[in-house]
């Protein structure tokens, strides 16, 4: 006949269960919300390299003798090119305008005539944004006998492509680091959650049971708390781009819906994998420890 203390036993291997599954949800969703950020950093960084690439400009200047036929053929043969990614026409006019503007002067009225040039902005694709590009790209279009002279920053181009480099390399250190990091820790964490299950384990395989049959539950345990450890990871994700993005609305720019599926995805993928594997590796563990060990 069952007596009280066999229901208040009962129950509290019931909590220490649960409050150990919920450590281990817990521990592991801010593990792969930590990989998670890493990874939408590293799609972001690459996103944002080339955005600010793309509105690096350069300035083609044309000369007082070009007809409005050849501006307008010149503008269409750029924006054609396989380099560039738009060039739009600017008149004597909208620089004259734009240069009021940024000196709060009336030059023209000073002078009495316009001496701003004709102009077409080109902004050139991510993967031309190089000094080397850049520099035969010029070449080429100063070769037309309508340009007078092609104007860009030179040191700019040379430091975004250099701080995208060097933001790439650190980044992705960082996240090789926490990788091998968060595989250690959610190892520990799992196995300590098991250890409370070593005499049943030990017990069921002096019994007679297979080793494959009394790690299958474990490994299905394993697994269903990798799965809502990512979705919990990634609703902390995406809660974390909400905020951010308000405060920084130019990473809407560059935020594509198929990416953080993919990063989803992945982050599933390895919060199951890594979950999983650890649960039969700490199982298996135990199989094989002596009696003598599982007390200490």
Known sequence: MLNKNHFVSDNTTKRRLQTSSVTVVVS???VLFMLALVGW??????KLSEYYKENIGFQVYLKESASNADVEKLRKELDAAAYVKSAVYKSKEEAAEEMKKETGDDFIAFLGYN????????????EYANADSVAWIEKEITADRNVREVVYQKVLVDNVNDNARKIGLIVGFFAFLLIFISLALINNTIRLSIYSKRFLIRTMYLVGATQAFIRKPFIIRGVKIGVVAAIVAFAMLAGFIFIVTRYVPELLVIQEENWLLLLFLGILILGVIISGFSSGLAVRRYLRLKAEDLYF
């Not at 701003?116 to 050139?124: E, K, Q, R, T, W």
């Open 41 to 46: 950093v590293l799609l972001n960084a690459k």
């Open 28 to 30: 592991l969703s801010l």
């Open 115 to 126: 001496p701003l040039p004709v102009s077409i902005n080109v902004n050139l694709r991510s």
